[in-house]
């Protein structure tokens, strides 16, 4: 599927990523789809995605985004608790929870079901990408690739694309250009089964052990270790949830 192709794309799972990615995708033109279990779940999928904390209303109020961008953006979204309304989709990324069986499950599940040529990834924060697709079909295979956003999707503009062996080159340009259209800086990383994780929260666990250890053996107290991390790196929070006594302000 090349990218100038795409322009449905399906979201399996509307929660705190799912409806994130839908957000930015969907002010980026494209039309997108959203499945998730109930309709309940799906109407707060919306609310998040028009008038909370992110959502596109307050995106409007700050200067962020126009106000008929905004329209058109809502519009293009469609909500469904039907797998099949993902049928027709170029492109369908999974945002279930971090359970590596129920990936594998959505996975097969969506292999069925969508078009032969749709690109399919998933945005697990750290199972090895060829363990999520291990049961799909092996002319899916190269179709497959990971596609890590950060949270809050609509402010955090990190995008990891993960490649298999097996993820072919035209899926690997076309995953990180639909990132690149959503206004992502994409960072590519091969996949590595055996590991958890791929750049960022790899080097977030390294930097978070250390933090332990520093408090663990008496070296620091966690207060001291955030305050040095969000004074001297910028850092928005430290480790241990605490402002290291300096202030609201941060
Ligand atoms: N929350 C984060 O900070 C964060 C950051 C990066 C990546 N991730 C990854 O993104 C994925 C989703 O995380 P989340 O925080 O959005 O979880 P979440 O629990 O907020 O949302 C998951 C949604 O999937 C739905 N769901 C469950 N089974 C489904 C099915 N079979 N079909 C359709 N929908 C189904 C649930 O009803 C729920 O709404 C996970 O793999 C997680 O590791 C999360």
Not at 51 to 66: F, H, I, N, P
Not at 167 to 178: C, F, I, L, M, N
Request: glycine share 10%.
């Amino acid at each position: 599927m090349q990218l100038d192709n795409v322009r449905h794309i399906g979201v399996l799972g509307g929660g705190v990523m799912g409806g994130g990615i839908a957000q930015i995708l969907a002010i980026a033109g494209y039309e997108v789809t959203i499945r998730d279990l109930t309709q309940q779940i799906l109407d707060d999928t919306k609310a998040e995605i028009e008038d909370r904390k992110w959502g596109m209303k307050r995106s409007v109020e700050k200067g962020k985004l126009g106000f008929d961008q905004a329209v058109s953006a809502m519009a293009r979204i469609g909500y469904t608790a039907e797998l099949k309304d993902l049928a027709q989709c170029d492109f369908v990324i999974e945002a279930v929870p971090e359970k590596l069986e129920l990936k594998q499950k959505v996975f097969v599940e969506l292999d069925e079901t969508i078009k032969k040529e749709a690109i399919l990834v998933s945005n697990t924060s750290g199972f090895a990408i060829a363990d999520v697709v291990a049961s799909v079909s092996a002319s899916r295979k190269p179709l497959c690739a990971g596609m890590h956003f950060s949270n809050p999707v609509p402010v955090m503009r990190m995008c990891e694309v993960i490649h298999t062996p097996e993820t072919s080159q035209t899926t690997v340009d076309t995953v990180r250009g639909v990132a690149e259209k959503a206004g992502r800086a994409v960072s590519m990383v091969k996949d590595a089964p055996g590991t958890y994780g791929f750049i960022l929260n790899r080097v977030f666990a390294a930097a978070a052990r250390e933090a332990r250890k520093i408090v663990e053996d008496g070296l620091a107290t966690p207060e001291d270790v955030d305050k040095a991390m969000i004074t001297g790196r910028n850092w928005p929070a430290g480790f241990f949830g605490s402002r290291g006594g300096i202030g609201k302000q941060w």
